[in-house]
């Protein structure tokens, strides 16, 4: 990259296009970025099969198909890029990464089956991992289904009662003053450590949980629209009383959208935790879910399963985390470019 | 203290008000902000209202406004009682304090919302936004606006509600040379189209000069009126005039007087 380029990068604009810009990055995709992916995973499976006589048949199948389909998309996309720009860009972005995580899985592979440096069962390879995927789909689809209703139920429980009192804490002088305390006292312990507790009382393990996973979000949630709405900058509800706005006014058209971008520090928060109490909460109450599937995989010692659903874990949180980002770029799209998380 | 004429056809009425707040180094004892001011400003008059900073004009304008309130004194808008903020007070600080997550359009609209018309005046949203010069902007969201848009987007905002009387602070106090004079046009321009009552506080002595149909100049700790001077020149007015530079220099010495004496 040119001075030109780095400065603009800093200045987070797009790097002027001059005429070598245009030929090294413009108009086409070097031949570097466009065959890293395919010759890393040929190398993955040229790596598997010189020590496939160690596996199982049925996980060098799956494996080295994984590969091929790999090489053959990205192939396919090779050429579709030339004709389709947008594709471009994201691959010239994108394949690095791609290349990368590929690699790692050919370096799992020498360190697992190939050298055997690492114990097993507890150290299975990439094909044992990929092999229990494909024959466990079904449970780890289920599992899936499951965590994500238990997710939704408690999430949106959490969410809105946070919400509420987050509000009332935040806005009026009395509530604040016996809201805190108890927010504070209460608030810090882990929702992980009702779970004694959370057994006893409620009739269901589901019931139970989802109540210990709104617990762990109501607190950050709440916490932070409290400081949200009582942070609201007073010349803005000076402005709107000098307008004629009642309370109403004040507490759901200034205070509340002043506090949005706290609130959403508070969701951030919510979900993580969220996530943490989940995976605890199946793992010692609820027969289903994904926490479920790895503390009972590792009963049985199957430790490529236990992987198989880390794996399957760390899509749909992401996925779940991904969402939320979205929803926020959408709800704050008045922030535009001044946000900078 | 100031006599005045008392008419009924003053927007305004203001009579011996006194404000206090706590020292800051001692909350205990009290320090006196405004003492005993009285004016009043007739309907469709423009009056400035300057002085050194600290002599509690902003504290003035917030009293109007209803949001603070005072130790003592009357304050009339028409023939009400001033109590607690209200919509025939319009208020435009230096800051624009634009609403950031609602658009140029629903900042404007905020007043009609809050006084829940926005549907029987939802035209008048765009006959503010024209009179403003913004109609192209409705869709931005303010902090794509520079200064002086945004504060255009304040006194359309404040002016939807039709005030009685627009308390202005400081408005153009933050704004470059340029755009602050040309501003100066542009309120003249609302104030001339729409006859409001204005109240402009302003510590630049040629804005007060050249808006003003009277100005008054108040005196430091504690704040008083100290003297009022009735601005004639005719309209539109001329920066470099002599007659301009003449009124400029008797407030400068004035101010400066009125600077010894507080001192003394």
């Known amino acids: 990259m040119n001075r030109a380029a780095i400065q603009s990068t800093l200045a987070g604009t797009e790097p002027e296009r001059d005429a070598t810009e245009l030929t090294r990055h413009g108009s086409t995709l070097s031949w570097r970025v466009q065959w890293a992916v395919p010759l890393a995973a040929l190398f993955d499976l040229a790596i598997h099969l010189l020590f496939s006589k160690r596996a199982p048949a049925v996980e ?5 198909l994984l590969m091929y389909e790999i090489i053959g998309v990205s192939i396919v996309l090779n050429i579709v890029q030339r004709f389709w720009m947008p594709l471009r860009s994201w691959m010239r972005h994108m394949c690095p990464i791609f290349t990368a995580a590929i690699l790692l899985f050919g370096v799992w592979d020498v360190v697992t089956l190939g050298f055997q440096m690492l114990p097993l069962p507890y150290f299975p390879g990439p094909a044992a991992v990929l092999r229990s995927l494909i024959s466990d789909r079904g449970l780890l689809l289920d599992s899936t289904l499951h965590s994500l209703a238990l997710l939704v139920s408690g999430y949106a429980v959490g969410l809105l009662v946070g919400l509420v009192s987050g509000i009332c804490i935040g806005w009026s002088g009395p509530i604040r003053y016996w809201g805190m305390p108890l ?3 209460v608030g810090p312990i882990p929702a992980t450590a009702w779970i004694p507790l959370a057994m006893v009382i409620s009739p269901s393990a589901f019931v139970s949980s989802a109540g210990l996973i709104a617990l762990a979000v109501w607190f950050p949630v709440t916490m932070l629209t409290a400081s949200g709405i009582s942070n609201t900058r007073a010349s803005y509800l000076d402005v709107a009383r000098t307008l004629g706005a009642g309370r109403t006014y004040l507490i759901f058209r ?10 959403f520090i508070g969701l951030f928060m919510g979900l993580g935790a969220s996530f943490l109490t989940l995976v605890v909460a199946e793992s ?9 599937y790895v503390s009972w995989a590792q009963g049985w010692a199957e430790y490529s399963k236990v992987y198989a659903a880390l794996i399957i874990m760390a899509a749909f949180f992401s996925t779940v985390m991904t969402l939320l980002f979205k929803v926020r770029d959408r709800v704050l799209v008045w922030q535009k470019g001044t946000i900078k998380w | 203290m100031v006599a005045f004429a008392e008419t009924d056809a003053s927007a305004l009425r203001i009579r011996e008000i006194r404000k206090s707040f706590p020292a800051p180094d001692d909350p205990v004892t009290k320090r006196l902000v405004l003492d005993g001011i009285s004016f009043s400003v007739a309907a469709g008059e ?28 009357e304050l009339f808008i028409g023939s009400q009682p001033i109590s607690e903020p209200g919509a025939e007070r319009g208020l435009v600080f230096q800051d624009p304090n634009l609403f950031p997550w609602l658009t140029v359009r629903r900042n404007i609209e905020a007043g009609l919302v809050a006084r829940r018309v926005l549907r029987e005046k939802r035209n008048e949203v765009n006959e503010f936004m024209r009179l403003v010069g913004l109609e192209a902007f409705g869709g931005a969201y303010p902090h794509h606006l520079s200064g002086g848009m945004a504060q255009r987007v304040a006194l359309a905002r404040a002016l939807i509600n039709h005030p009685k009387v627009l308390l202005l602070d400081e408005p153009l106090g933050a704004l470059d040379a340029f755009t602050r004079m040309r501003m100066q046009d542009e309120v003249l321009r609302l104030w001339e189209n729409r006859r409001t009552t204005m109240l402009l506080v302003t510590h630049d002595i040629d804005e007060a000069i050249y808006m003003s149909d009277r100005i008054m100049i108040m005196t430091q700790r504690p704040g008083r009126i100290d003297r009022i001077i009735t601005d004639a020149l005719p309209r539109p007015r001329d920066r470099s005039s002599s007659d301009f530079l003449r009124l400029r220099s008797d407030i400068l010495e004035l101010l400066h007087f009125a600077g010894d004496s507080a001192t003394a």
Do not use: E
């Open chain 1, 254 to 263: 200034v205070a509340i959208p002043a506090a949005v971008p706290n609130i």
């Open chain 2, 46 to 73: 423009l009056v400035c209202l300057i002085g050194p900073s600290g002599c509690g004009k902003s504290t003035l304008l917030r009293l109007i406004a209803g949001l603070d309130s005072t130790d003592s004194g």
């Open chain 1, 60 to 64: 060098t199948h799956s494996y080295s």
């Open chain 1, 284 to 292: 010692v109450g609820v027969k289903s879910g994904l926490g479920w």
């Open chain 1, 183 to 185: 927010l504070k006292v």
